[in-house]
């Protein structure tokens, strides 16, 4: 059942011009890999997808797809979006309203009706549990079967990739990790390269093997989730996949022996990893240099009492001025000189008791510290 | 909600303006039915030549015009609705013309462009095609009042397939040209049924603009309107007959439209 060509990368670059807009972009996908284009609306994610889909047209470019070149502006080299053999689904899935869910899936079928086209249907209605419902029309169905019918539809014809585009924004948090299951368990079985666009980093960490974070039609950076998401090296990047907590400080003395240094700002005081690899731009040596810390809201400890005797560099006391609710948790801000935000369970905010104007302190290592640089692009 | 709405002002008014509206349009309805039911020999009128060799005739030109409508207009209309450069609306709301357009002028424009003096009447003629009062002209002239209740439903009705539909069928390796059949047709096929339904009744009852550019050629260009006018001008009968055949045809065409134009999945998408 399985193509030969679905053990093939897909790659490519396009530079499009949309309007005013303007977008450069290249990526490499080995197969069973899923690269997320993280980035906020606007940012040219979707406008990446419908180049490589052959939707639109880029200005100059090269894609493959498949193991062989669908696009190649130089060579005049152009497949029409039907020759391309892609799979795309896009947030609303746009299943085929006057077809009924059977009909759907077998849409891209060139032999819907032979015995091995009603075989294929039926092994992927069984595959994404959807037996039973072959009769029904799209909107007899919930949001998470619809979503089933059109990823059971996009596959049906073995594309050579996989295009998703927000798949999973309009479902509720439950659904979405479901199915973010499920879609990584279906990749397994048929390695396809899979382009997936998202601005939820939840979804990016759970299903990226890459990410490439775009803004403004630019490529920030690209690399592992956990690098580029985590702990992000780059101003932008760190605003554009949103760390909770940025501070501008001040270096006030480096340890070298520890690998750490102190940084202050007003009312507040950090131990933070020492900042060798940041002098590239010509920061003086000592002196009032001035750097951008990050810490992410999951990588701080929230405790009643001062806990002098661990190995925390950083503990710092404060009063709790919101605690507002974050699916699957709390968002608890304390006040530590400057706002800091620190992510927690619900568990741990029954058992703390924790209530606005209490006084907590808030504990994280020298190394939860990142360095973010705010001049390089 | 019915309670909420009796209440509202709009609701008492509203009430009233519809009471009236149905004796308007009820009252000579049924005037026309009972007058006709009144005559001894309905059914020998109903079935005369004269009758019988109208509505053959109607028939006849009304079908070959919707077929020259949808096949040319159905296009059209798809490159009307997604298309949005300049010269495409210019043509979009030229498309509106012969709505507003009386059909007198319509038949008067036509025979001068078509006419043996016409602008390229004499050209026609040159080929051997003579057009102006012949049945070729009531082909003409239907087409040319009834085609922009087609056009404008139809390009409605492409409107509303969004076009990431058909975006999705071709990434599923299906051709723009299957896709149109398979997905933009049916999805678009209610609102170009009831375009079709109101283009059919204005050719039907076509009549200015047939008069003339057409005539009044029994058999060659007197469809149904003409022909009760005519027979208004010698037998009171006759009139009623035809008259009650075209609004039967009427009732039916409308019944046929409610059916054709329902779906299931209407307003999904």
Redesign the interface.
Known sequence: MKPQTAESAASGWVECRVGDFHLETSWEIQPGQVLVLFGPSGAGKSTTLRAIAGLLRPVRGRVELGGRVVYDGDAGIWVPTHGRRLGYLTQQYHLFPHLKVAENIAFGLKDSRSPAGRARVLELTSLFQLDGLEDRFPWELSGGQQQRVALARALASEPAMLLLDEPFASLDAELRRTLRRELRSMLAQSPVPVMLVTHDREEALALGDSVQVINEGRTLVTGEPLDVLGQPGQGRVARLVGVENLFDLTVQERNPRDGTMTCVGPGLRLEVPLDSHIPQNGTPEGGQDRVTVGIRASDIILAKEDLSGSSARNRLPGQVISVESRPPGYAVTLDCGQPMRCHITGAALEEMGIRVGQRLWAVFKASSCFLVDEDRV | MVSQVSNHPAGILGGGGAALYVLFIGLPVLALLVRAAQQSDFLDAVTSDAALTALRLSLLTSIISMAVVVLLGTPFAYLLARNDRLWARVVDSLVELPLVLPPVVAGVAMLMAFGRNGLIGSELESIGLTIPFTTTAVVFAQIFVASPFFIRSAKLGFQSV?K??E??????????WR?FF??TL??AAPAMFTGLGLAWARALSEFGATMMFAGNLTGETQTMPLAIMSAMETSLDGALALSVILLAGSILGLVLLGLLTR???QG??
């Open positions: 969004a990431d539909y975006d999705i069928a071709q990434t599923l390796g299906v051709s723009p896709t398979r997905i049916p999805l779906r299931r999945w999904r998408l």
